[in-house]
């Protein structure tokens, strides 16, 4: 291990909280410009795909122009693994400025604070892993946090909690595959950022198409409006890279806290910027969801340390999390979506004492099962309560019955299922013999 002295340690307790405050401020005055772009004009991949080209250029200029840090020219075979992750970059992004878009920026952050249940659920459905109880436990008050949040949201959207479901989907699976990549050291964080956002540009780029007459309208907006969205591309880059040096400087587990607290700071900074309604059970619901995220935090740091924060689920058939809860969500969202999207949008139009009672109607619905919006947000409950007492049942099944046969491995541990296979065949070949 490198020896600090006491000035170098003494300048990285000074240099966190200068990055901390960039970061903070940055990340929430791109939602905010984002947010105040497309309230005049609906343009979200076009502001998608103005975040990637400054991200490009931005990543140029230090690896190439200044180089500031060594470039890494990856060969096409570690393009082809670099690949998934620019995917889920360009999906993930596109999805959270659609959700933008259509619901209010503390809503969808309350949505993308739940990553950690997402993270969680994919990992028990894809990799059939098994957790320890106080993981679940943690994920306890993130799924009773995010459902008073959806249901007390007065500009809640069906098309906004969808795209912001993705967006979660997107970023855990790009934080899975990434690690894979930092574990076989293919590349480092801020090359990665640059190949990523070359790919996901390429890949947004075509679907400007769906938004020609919004970028007609765009071109003869006013030059404040343009200077917005370039700051726009600007903030985003500098946000993600104040993210990626501070993860650098602090532990996985500060960071985590540490982004927790950003998430807290935007609802708020987004509640009071924007003059929006805040109910009593809407601020209880984001304070336990954040509760939730951070215990989620301290739990799998702790466990990681130990190395048993999950294993593999040895017979997968058994796995209490099917394929029928991802139809689930890509068909009957969108059904649903169909549905509840004219009283939602009916409510969006209207006067604030006229949408609290419209509110409340909806909050009854939701509580009796009726009304159009109520149905949604009743099957979003069944949805969340299905996800987390799903990877529950799994965890009390193989815990009292299958965990002689389980192996304890490290969170994001590549286990290579092709080599697993194969080691089976030589056993059962020497046992044959």
Known sequence: PVRLTVGEMAGQLLLVPIILVVWYSTSFLTDIQNKAVQKEIRVPLTLTLIQFLFGCLCSILVLRVFKLHPFQRLSFDQLKAVLPVAVCWAVGF????LSFGQTAVSFTHAVKATEPLFLVALNVLFFHAVYRSSVYLSLLPIVVGIVLVAVTEISFTPLGLVMACISNVCFTLRSILAKKLFQQQIVDNINLFFYISLGAAIMIAPFLLFEVAQIQQLARA???MHLRVLLNGLLHF???????????????LTHSICNAARRFVIIMGAVVYFAAPLTTLNLVGTVLLLVGVLA??????RLTRSGQVMALNPNPKFSHLPS??????LILFPFLHRLALPAATTTAQQSPPARKKTNDSLLKAFVKGSGASGLFRFFFFCYIVYIFSSCFLSYVRYEFFEMKRMKPLKMFSS??????????ERRRRRRRK
């Open 238 to 252: 500098t946000y993600n890279q104040s993210s990626f040096l501070l993860l650098g400087l602090v532990t996985p």
């Open 415 to 424: 286990v290579d299922i092709p080599e697993r296979k194969e080691k089976k």
């Open 296 to 301: 989620y935090a301290i739990s799998n740091s």
């Open 222 to 224: 006013s030059r404040e």
């Open 324 to 329: 029928s809860s991802v139809v689930f969500e």
């Open 94 to 97: 596109a999805t959270t400025n």
